[in-house]
Structure formats: C-alpha cells, structure tokens
C-alpha cells in the first residue's frame, strides 16, 4: 500500500488544509507520496519535504497547472495512481473537483468528506448534512478519498526531509482556461481555521448591524460567519456562510447571534468546541445544542458584551 | 443550443430524518420528498437561456424509483420541453449514475448539462464531475453565475478563498451552487400543461451500464449528541463563564 496525496497551494505556500488530510492519511499506510503540482512551486515542494509524515514528494512543474484547472490536474493524477493504493485530498472546494474525476477515471467509486479513517478500507462519512454517520467499506481496488479537514488535526511541518522527486508533467487537454480569481480580503482569521468565530443570522436585521458583530470579532481576533438567512437577505457575502451549503467550521468558540438553528446551520457549526448562542427567542432550536445560552435582545446583549470583553485585562489570541 | 437537466428526488431539505433502527438507512416511508435543492437551480438557470433565446430545448432526465418521475413532471412545469425517466429500484452510486447519464447524453447529444453541485441526502458532491471526465468534456463547478459566449462559456465558481472565472469549451458540464439563480414556481396553468408534455420511460436494465455499487453501507447511526448546556442570566455571567469556565477567551 502507498498513498498518492494531493497537496493544495498557491504556487508559493502549502495550505493549511493538506495537513489535516496527512494526518488522516497517515491513519492508512505510513508510506504518503505528496504530489505538488503547479507552476514554479519549488518552494512548496521544499514546504512539504520538510513534514515528517511525508516520505517522498512528487513534484510537477508546468504552466498547465498553474491554476489547478481539474481537466489538467487529472490526467497527471491518474498516471501517477498506478503505483499507489489510496489517492486523497482534502474535501474542500479543491479536492471536490478534480477528484471525482480522478475516480471515474480509474473507474472507482469515490468516499466523500471522511471525518474517521477505521481501517485501510472502511471510513465514517456524514450523510443528511450530518445528521447521520455512515460507515462504508470500499470494495474498490484503488481508493479516491476526500477527508474533512476539521476532523483531523494538521501534520506537524518540521523535522522532515523526504526526498522530492521531479515528475514530467503529462499532456493537457486545451477545454479549459482559467481568467481570474478574486480573493476576498480581510483583516481577520480564515473562517475555516478561526479559533473563535462569531456569526450573525437573520436577527442582525441588516448588513450595517453586523459592525455590532464585527467590533467583537476584533476584539476576539475572531472570523465572521454568518447563517444562509442572513446572506440571502444580503446583509454579508456569501464567503462568510456557515452550514451545509456554506463552510464547515469547528472552533474553540463559536458565537451564534441571531441565529434560530435551522439543520442547514447546524451541520456547519455543531462539532465547535464551546458554543454559545445570543438569541431573544427562548424556543430557537440553537439553544438545544449551545454549551451558554443567552436569552436577550441582540441589540442590547452586543454592546455590552464588548464592554464586559473591554473590562477583561487579558484575552486569548 | 439544447441543454440536458439532470435532477434528482431527495427527502425534502425541512424534514427532520430518521435512522431506521436497524441501523441499515434512513426512513423514507411517508417521508416527504422533494427535487433536490440546487437541481431546481440547474432547471432554473436552464430555462433563463431558453427565455434569452440561446437555447432552444430543454431536457430533464431523472433515474430512480416510479415516483422519481414527479421531479421530472416539476422540471416541465417550469419550463423543460420533454422529461426521460430511468426507471431503478435500487440505489446507484455517484459512479453508475455518471454512466447513466453518458449513455443519455450519447443519445441527445446536448451542449450543455446542468447537474445541482450535490444531492442533499448522500452528499457525494461527485456526479457531474464524474460525467465530465467520461465524457472528456470540461467542467465549470459550484458555478454562481455563467455567460454563454458562442462557444465558451464563461463560468463563476464559488470556491473557498472567494470566486473563481473560468472559461471552458462547450460541450460542457455546469454544476449549479443555491446562489446561481431564485428558482421560481410553477404556475397552476403550467402545471396543468406540463401533464401534457412526454416523458420517455427507459429501464435501468435495457441501458447495458455497470451499474454495480463497489461501496458496501456498513451501519448508519445517529451522530453523537451534544449535552444541552445552560442558560446564563446576564452577559457579564456569560463573559465570566467563557474566561473562567469553559477557558475559551
């Protein structure tokens, strides 16, 4: 057995969620091939040499896998699977698009967002947005597997020296062509790595409302998320959404303000360690799950929470 | 321009399931079900090109049990032109739905297929993806908005650090996010007149695919419950318990 695994960058950093899935590789087999295709990416490739779990480092540099368009990616992903016995990637907007190609390819059947590696072929999945766990056995000979990043805790990134070996990069088909990508900007924390999120629903009643949130964010070095409520009402982007159809957050603290608990929201935000819910409904489903639980008009409970946080002399960063 | 739908029925997104206790699936019976959320996107954003007159037909395919054949009968009162219906009991994989599919799409020769970006149910997040590399054709995911242009289409993907633009060949596959479009209603007229358009029923079997499942479901079971916690009475009781008690700030 050997793993192939995929690691996301940006041709100049590895990002933070091709740890979690190392980690849950290394629940499989110890010999974990990283492949680091991009364009000019050497860096990285000496990024990932250094994490001890890794033994060798595939490295593929071209033009054509600059921006990761999955018609490319494919194709080396699938050469390179020969020798290997698992193939995984993180089950993040990365992962989840080029490897379901990858499994058609090789005609597998692919396991989607591990969150508990049991075996070399049987995992636990969330299905129903996590309302239920399913365990699956892989009777595929090859497996393609995407894993939860939040349900692993990331690789530790020193220490190692894996032998990083050049991989010709395989021909691409021209049906694709990348334009642009607009990042969204900010100050804060990533939502998806945040130690503390605090979110607003539908109560915050409109965008400008939501600098309420945003002064305690600051204060909290917290990431800003919000319920689907209040981003199809248009009070905040659609990057800030927690919940099913949104981001899968799992925090120290998760601050939901406004925010009844709809199960689509929930799936997003239930595996945070401390919850808490600021809500003037005292029936809102959010209560059931939050560890604090603060019946209280959001509009007066806001304010004073920041001074109560103003008056602390030392708060955790 | 003839686009392919593909839609899917699922267990309504507002019911609250249940594990049967066995612990072998989820309880369907008498469960209300409904076309899967982001499907009735791709229906939506399908008929939108029809109306702008860059497309001229629209078919929605299903594959499951008799039933499935209402979310086909909801695609035409919206607007799709002929439904096909794949008639199977039993449950596909992502993997054999995408073969499926391929054969359908060898037959309409479509330009375009809309498929929702996931099922509600299983969560797979795979099958158009997974059309796409048997077909060889390229794939615009997650897509929240698309511009038709001749032969590309241009396609805004929503992916974790913000948005993506990508243009790709047609024929393409467009996998659709909820935020592509406001699916509408169905009016009552056109209720009334979708009863009236075909839809072909094939067999799963007549379709010679290998459908076989390579996933074995082991158990399903509930996920572990979170302890109810407890209400405080001010914030400040609140601020003391997050510093002093759970030691989170």
């Given at each position: 057995m050997s793993i192939l695994l995929i690691a996301e960058h940006n041709n100049l950093n590895l990002k933070v969620f091709t740890l979690n899935a190392i980690t849950a590789a290394s629940k499989i087999d110890n010999e974990i091939h990283v492949l680091v295709a991009g364009n000019k990416c050497e860096n990285v490739a000496k990024e990932v040499s250094a994490i001890p779990l890794v033994k060798k480092v595939l490295y593929s540099d071209s033009e054509n896998y600059e921006n990761f368009l999955p018609e490319n990616l494919t194709p080396l992903i699938v050469k390179l699977s020969e020798s290997h016995s698992h193939i995984i990637a993180a089950a993040n907007t990365f992962g989840k698009n080029f490897m379901p190609r990858v499994a058609a390819l090789l005609d597998v059947?692919?396991?989607?967002?591990?969150?508990?590696?049991?075996?070399?072929?049987?995992?636990?999945?969330?299905?129903?947005?996590?309302?239920?766990?399913?365990?699956?056995?892989?009777?595929?000979?090859?497996?393609?597997?995407?894993?939860?990043?939040?349900?692993?805790?990331?690789?530790?990134?020193?220490?190692?020296?894996?032998?990083?070996?050049?991989?010709?990069?395989?021909e691409a088909p021209t049906i694709s062509k990348f334009i642009k990508r607009e990042e969204t900007k900010s100050e804060r924390p990533e939502l998806g790595t945040a130690r503390?999120?605090?979110?607003?629903?539908?109560?915050?009643?409109?965008g400008d409302n939501f600098k309420l949130i945003n002064s305690i964010a600051d204060k909290l070095n917290?990431?800003?998320?919000?319920?689907?409520?209040?981003?199809?009402?248009?009070y905040i982007g659609n990057d800030h959404q927690v919940g099913q159809t949104g981001k899968v957050v799992v925090p120290d603290?998760?601050?939901?303000?406004?925010?009844?608990?709809?199960?689509?929201?929930?799936?997003?935000?239930?595996?945070?360690?401390?919850?808490?819910?600021?809500?003037?409904?005292g029936e809102a489903p959010i209560f059931s799950i939050a560890d604090y639980g603060l019946e209280a008009d959001l509009f007066e409970a806001l304010p004073q929470f920041l001074d109560e946080l103003n008056k602390l002399n030392t708060i955790q960063k | 321009m003839k686009i392919l739908v593909a839609v899917k029925r699922v267990i309504d997104y507002n019911v609250q399931i249940r594990i049967k206790e066995d612990g072998s699936g989820i309880n369907t019976d008498n469960v209300k079900m409904s076309t899967n959320p982001p499907d009735d996107n791709a229906i939506e954003e399908a008929v939108k090109l029809k109306e702008s007159g860059k497309a001229k037909e629209i078919v929605a395919v299903t594959i499951g049990e008799e039933k499935a054949q209402e979310t086909v009968r909801k695609a035409l009162a919206v607007g799709a032109d002929r439904g096909?219906?794949?008639?199977?009991?039993?449950?596909?994989?992502?993997?054999g739905i995408a073969k499926i599919l391929k054969k359908i799409v060898e037959k309409e020769k479509p330009d375009l297929v809309f498929?929702?970006?996931?099922a509600i149910?299983?969560?797979?997040?795979?099958?158009?993806?997974?059309?796409?590399?048997?077909?060889?054709?390229p794939q615009g995911t997650f897509a929240s908005k698309i511009e038709h242009k001749n032969k590309v289409i241009e396609v805004t993907r929503e992916v974790d650090e913000g948005l993506e633009t990508i243009e790709i060949n047609l024929p393409a596959i467009i996998t659709c996010d909820l935020r592509l479009n406001e699916p509408r209603f169905a009016s009552l007229p056109n209720i009334m007149k979708a009863k009236k358009k075909p839809i072909e029923q094939l067999n799963v079997k007549d379709l010679s695919v290998d459908i076989s499942n390579r996933i074995q479901q082991i158990k399903v079971e509930e996920p572990p419950k979170r302890k109810a916690g407890i209400k405080v009475a001010s914030v400040s009781e609140l601020v003391s318990k997050l510093k002093n008690e759970?030691?989170?700030i």
């Open positions: 059947s692919q396991i989607s967002d591990v969150i508990k590696i049991n075996s070399s072929d049987e995992f636990l999945r969330p299905i129903y947005a996590g309302n239920a766990f399913a365990s699956v056995k892989s009777n595929d000979k090859k497996k393609c597997i995407t894993i939860r990043p939040t349900s692993f805790e990331p690789a530790s990134t020193s220490g190692g020296s894996a032998q990083i070996e050049k991989i010709e990069a395989v503390i999120v605090i979110s607003g629903g539908r109560g915050m009643q409109s917290a990431a800003v998320g919000a319920s689907r409520a209040a981003v199809d009402a248009g603290l998760y601050i939901a303000v406004g925010i009844s608990g709809a199960i689509q929201h929930l799936a997003g935000m239930k595996e945070s360690k401390v919850i808490v819910a600021i809500n003037k409904d | 096909i219906h794949i008639k199977s009991e039993n449950y596909i994989e992502p993997l498929l929702g970006k996931q149910d299983d969560d797979c997040n795979q099958t158009g993806q997974m059309l796409a590399a048997l077909l060889g054709w759970a030691k989170v």
